[in-house]
């Protein structure tokens, strides 16, 4: 039987590539694809936020998203996102616990706050881009 040791780099890899590709549907084909940004900005400014902050909500999903696949700046990245889950969190908590609900419950957005905790705790984990070892490996080459 495998050991933690050989198996936690890949299942950090896969909760990030999962929360990577969540984020990523979710501020590309949810919110620019769905919604557009002048919707989701109406939609942030029905509810109470500047509307700017969907736009910025828009990049932080599609870009965190890619980091988190690609495996770049997973501890800063996850740590970054924990913002925009509690706000979700927030605009979700007096719609009762289940998302299904009308106008989604708290606890996927309360869910993926802890994955994300989880995540920034384990790190990138396998297969990840190490974007500090190819800057020394051209540093080092051009040396």
Request: aromatic letters at 8%; glycine letters at 18%.
């Amino acid at each position: 039987m495998p050991d933690e040791k050989t198996t936690a780099p890949y299942a950090a890899l896969l909760l990030r590539v999962g929360m990577g590709t969540m984020f990523l549907a979710h501020g590309a084909l949810l919110k620019l694809g769905t919604f557009g940004v002048a919707g989701t900005m109406g939609y942030f400014g029905s509810i109470g936020y500047p509307p700017a902050l969907g736009v910025l909500v828009i990049a932080a999903e599609i870009l965190g998203g890619l980091a988190l696949i690609l495996g770049i700046g997973v501890r800063v990245v996850s740590l970054a996102l924990i913002p925009l889950m509690l706000g979700a969190l927030l605009q979700h908590a007096g719609n009762g616990w289940m998302f299904a609900g009308k106008g989604g419950g708290w606890e996927f957005p309360a869910f993926w706050t802890l994955a994300l905790l989880v995540q920034a705790g384990l790190g990138a984990g396998a297969l990840a881009l190490d974007l500090r070892g190819l800057a020394a490996g051209r540093r080092a080459a051009a040396a």
